[in-house]
């Protein structure tokens, strides 16, 4: 099956710093990828779409300047968390949505990265 | 009213129980159904992918869409303490992929 790695899996970092968070796609291409954010006992929340070679579309409420993302390859996007603060701590997961047409409707995810924020 | 309403539960079941989870929606533009399984602090894994109404079988899973009510259900059978986990259903549009998740049901399967 498609697997999709995340890293780190757990960061902690102090206020005003930032962090970058990589999603990749391991066996297979990758177009378009997610990002997510997920409070405890909470649902996924899309914060936004990442394409391979262009802007990423974020959602309504979600500050582009604060979560910067980045499609450098079919295989990697990153989500840069900038200025961090104890607020942004959260559980962030990706997906990534198969290039192979066979199977391009399925999103599959990372392993999520918790970001704590002193 | 949110597009995807889905019970938090929690709901605890005994070793061998069938389970029945289920997800009501509000957009009739969603066409993609999916059932996730989370387990604590690790991504969703997918579980089914359905697209039109009926049901789909896999293994002990079964996952049943009903358009008309809205409505979708995943079945579990025969279930195991492994499936202690929360199930998320998913869904999108023809239009996009972007995916509405439900809030997620957490399930315990007692030994």
């Known amino acids: 099956g498609a697997v999709v790695s995340q890293h780190p899996s757990w960061v902690i970092c102090k206020s005003g710093t930032s962090v970058k968070i990589e999603c990749r796609s391991l066996?297979?291409?990758?177009?378009?990828m997610f990002w997510y954010r997920q409070f405890p006992k909470q649902s996924l929340m899309l914060m936004a779409t990442?394409?391979?070679?262009?802007?990423?579309?974020?959602e309504q409420g979600v500050e582009k300047d604060k979560f910067l993302i980045n499609h450098a390859s079919l295989t990697l996007s990153t989500l840069t968390v900038t200025s961090a603060h104890p607020e942004d701590s959260s559980f962030y997961i990706c997906?990534?949505?198969?290039?192979?047409?066979?199977?391009?409707?399925?999103?599959?995810f990372g392993a999520g990265t918790r970001l704590s924020v002193l | 009213q949110k597009e995807v309403e889905q019970d938090p539960g929690p709901l605890s079941v005994p070793e061998g129980a069938i389970v029945s989870l289920n997800c009501t929606y509000s957009?009739?533009?969603?066409?993609?159904f999916m059932w996730y399984r989370q387990y604590s602090r690790k991504g969703p894994e997918l579980l089914m992918y359905?697209?039109?109404?009926g049901n789909k079988e896999d293994g002990r899973f079964t996952a049943q869409v009903d358009k008309s009510s809205k409505y979708i259900s995943l079945f579990i059978r025969d279930s195991q303490p492994s499936d202690s986990a929360t199930y998320l259903c998913?869904?999108?549009?023809?239009?996009?992929?972007?995916?509405?998740f439900g809030k997620g049901t957490l399930l315990t399967v007692n030994p």
């Open positions: 066996d297979f291409q990758a177009t378009t």
């Open positions: 990442s394409n391979e070679g262009s802007k990423a579309t974020y």
């Open positions: 998913a869904m999108r549009k023809g239009s996009n992929y972007k995916l509405t």
């Open positions: 359905t697209y039109s109404s």
């Open positions: 997906s990534a949505r198969d290039h192979d047409s066979d199977t391009k409707n399925i999103q599959y």
């Open positions: 957009n009739s533009a969603f066409q993609y």
